[in-house]
């Protein structure tokens, strides 16, 4: 079922109160930096 507006602006489903899980910041730094350094590798083998 469609919603208006964006899922981050829902903490709960507006419609049958399922709560979103929310996700860590330290999980988002992690994904960066594993992809800046295969990036670099990549750079590096060129």
Do not use: N, W
């Amino acid at each position: 079922m469609a919603v208006a507006g964006r899922r981050s602006d829902y903490k709960t489903c507006p419609y049958c109160g399922y709560e979103f899980p929310h996700q860590k910041t330290g999980l988002t730094l992690v994904a960066i930096l594993l992809l800046g350094l295969m990036l670099l590798f990549a750079l590096y083998l060129m």
